[in-house]
Every structure is written in C-alpha cells, then in structure tokens.
C-alpha cells in the first residue's frame, strides 16, 4: 500500500511538472498575443524590469491556479483509491480531477487575456503595453495587481470545484 501510494504521489509530481510548463508556455503566448507587435523576449533580454514584472505576475497567476488543480487531483487519486484505482468509478474520479485542472488552466488564461484587454481600453488616453515597453513600473504593477487578483478569483472557484468533488 505505500509503494502504491508513493507511486501514485511521483504521477502526480510528473502530471504536474508538465501541466505547469505547457500552463507557463501557453501563458507567456497569450501575452505575446496581447502585446501585438511588441517583442517581450527582446524587453526582457535588454533588462526591462517592467516588462519582467508583469510577466513573473503572469507565471505567479499561472502557479496558484495550477496548485488548486493539482489539489483537486490530489483529492480525485484519493477517492478513486477508494473506489479502485483502475475501476471505472476510479478512472472517472481522477479524469474529472484532470477536466477541472485543465479548465482551470484555461479560465485562468482567458480571464488574465479578458482583465489585460478591458484595462487597456479603461485606461483612456494611457496605453498600457506601450508604457511597459517604455519600462513604467507603475503601469507594470497595475497590471501585475490586475493579473494575481484574476488568478486568485480563479483560484476560488476552483478550490470550490475541488470541495464538491471531496
């Protein structure tokens, strides 16, 4: 039973590992996206700290919304222990589990696409890639805010989902 437990925690840690880097690449796309004809790999490479503020908000966004489902996984390979791994009632558990992680993974992304996008519009007469490009730290940290407060909201509605799967 702990071989079994210890194996089931290390596809847990490996389901992880790659759903956050597929999660943090398709992040970083999305705001490539937003940016339009900016080039955030050339802001970063010439040191823009503005630009790097608002993308380590994106992968921070990114990682708490991950956590949440990697908990609801945590909680679907539990009961479905329960219920028998390999059982039907099991693998339906730990796929519902998987469908809320990548849900979330992609509410997250078109929340912080969403929230970017409307506060660029809001900010008449400011144009908020433009200022980062510039490197406003101000803008970069408005934006920063805008993009862990989507997550964290996101966050809740998945530990909600998890709740009801427990």
């Known amino acids: 039973m702990i071989l079994l437990t210890a194996v089931v925690g290390l596809i847990q840690l490996i389901v992880a590992v790659i759903l956050a880097a597929v999660a943090l690449y398709i992040g970083f796309s999305v705001f490539g996206r937003i940016t339009g004809d900016i080039d955030e790999q ?5 040191g823009n700290v503005a630009f790097g503020i608002v993308v380590a908000a994106i992968f ?17 390979v539990s009961k479905a222990s329960a219920a028998g791994l390999m059982s039907v009632d099991g693998l339906t558990i730990i796929g519902i589990a998987i469908i809320q992680l990548v849900l979330g993974v992609i509410l997250a992304i078109v929340a912080i696409y969403l929230a970017l996008t409307v506060l660029d519009k809001l900010a008449t007469g400011l144009h908020q890639f433009e200022e980062l490009k510039k490197g406003n730290i101000a803008v970069a940290l408005e934006m920063a805010g805008v993009i862990i407060a989507v997550a964290l909201i996101i966050q809740s509605g998945i530990v909600g989902i998890t709740a009801a799967l427990g």
């Not at 966004?61 to 909680?75: C, K, L, M, R």
């Open 60 to 76: 921070v966004a990114i990682a708490v919304v991950v956590q949440s489902g990697i908990t609801g996984i945590a909680v679907g």
């Open 42 to 46: 050339q802001e970063l490479a010439k």
